[in-house]
Structures are given as structure tokens and as C-alpha cells.
């Protein structure tokens, strides 16, 4: 059963867009982790629901349309909001909590109670883990592709040089997470190949 269609979340993406632009980078990052998603999925199978890992990665940074003002300006302080707004967007449209926890739960390798604490994150203070194998799924392959101008595709070793600042432990979860799921072909992503 697909809960969504490819028209379906690019209208949703166009609701909430502010601008062609912010269209453009998100829209296109979403379908760009949806593409690693699919291709680890591919190269090692699991017993997952790849539909509700497909409407994830597609919905996952819906959220970082509200971190822009009316001017275009974007809100680079507040960006670690942006996966709690994003659940709250998507329980406005009425999608169930399953759906909504890609958004506040994707980022890095989870943020615990601890790390909102004591790094001072402007989130109420809560558990943001995956509990899912969809969840995890979704928030690893979040980490291979930046939002970055211009966007890029980021290396695994890149990624854990990148989380040690948040600590060691957060490097170890994110090379789990690469021992269960596989590294994907970044170039093959890159260049539309078929995932297989």
C-alpha cells in the first residue's frame, strides 16, 4: 500500500515552501536520501516496511521550510528545531505518529535527554532516538547527503570525523548503524544508477 505518491509529497513540499529555492534544496534532498534508502535496501535486504521508509526519507526535513522568515532569511541558530517543527507540521496534516517521528527523530544519531541538556539545545527536553529499524534506516541515510550550497554527497568517514565532536559514543552508533545497513555507492546515487 503506498501512503503517499510522488505528486502527493511534492505538493506538500510546495505547500509549506516559502520560496523556489527552499523548494529546490529540501525537496531534492529528500528524494536524494529516499535514492541511498533505497539502495541499501536493495544491496541488503531487511525485514522492513519500505513504504514507510520511502515516505520518511521524503518527508523527514519538511520542517526546515518554517526556519526561513519572510524575507528569505534562514534561521541557521534554530536549525536543530527543525525536525520537531516538521513533526508538528505533519501532525497538523493529520499523518499518524509513525509517520510524524521521521521528522524530530533523524537527527545526527539520536539526541538523548542528556545531549539537549548539555549542549544546550533549544528542543524540549526528551529522547529524539530511533526505535524503529524504519526510523534508523531513515536517519542513516539522512547522513550521506548535505543540504549544503551547493548540496554534496558526504562520505561515511567524513560523517563520523564530523560526530566525534559530540563524542566518542556517538561514533560508535553511527559505524553500528554502518556495520547493520552497509555504506552506499555515493557515486551510483549520484548518478541515478538503479539501485541492485
Known amino acids: ?12 513540499h510546495a505547500k509549506y515552501a516559502p520560496t523556489q529555492e ?18 541499501l535496501l536493495a544491496r541488503r535486504p531487511m525485514d522492513v516496511d519500505a513504504e514507510l521508509v520511502r515516505v520518511g526519507c521524503l518527508l523527514h526535513d519538511i520542517g526546515v521550510y518554517r526556519l526561513y522568515d ?15 517543527l516538521g513533526h508538528e507540521i505533519l501532525a497538523d496534516e493529520g499523518f499518524p505518529e509513525a509517520v510524524c517521528r521521521f521528522c ?8 538523548t535527554r542528556a545531549d539537549v541538556r548539555g549542549q ?13 529499524v524504519e526510523e534508523e534506516l531513515v536517519m542513516y541515510a539522512d547522513k550521506f547527503h548535505s543540504k549544503s550550497d551547493p548540496p554534496r554527497f ?7 570525523r564530523h560526530v566525534r565532536r559530540y563524542g566518542d559514543e556517538k561514533v560508535t552508533a553511527f559505524e553500528e548503524m554502518c556495520g547493520r545497513f ?3 555507492d555515493l557515486a551510483a546515487v549520484g548518478s541515478g544508477v538503479a539501485p541492485g
Do not use: K, N
Open 154 to 160: 558526504v562520505p561515511a568517514d567524513e560523517f563520523a
Open 104 to 111: 524530530s527523530h533523524h537527527t545526527g544519531v539520536g539526541l
Open 70 to 84: 519572510a524575507d528569505g532569511g534562514f534561521d541557521h541558530a534554530g536549525y536543530i528545531r527543525h525536525g520537531i
Open 22 to 39: 527552499a523548494f529546490d534544496l529540501v525537496h531534492s534532498h529528500c528524494e536524494t536520501v529516499w535514492r541511498i534508502a533505497e539502495q
Open 182 to 184: 552497509g555504506v552506499p
Open 120 to 132: 544546550g539545545l533549544p528542543l524540549p527536553v526528551a529522547d529524539y532516538l530511533a526505535e524503529t
Open 1 to 12: 500500500m503506498r501512503l503517499l505518491s510522488d505528486e502527493d509529497v511534492r505538493a506538500l
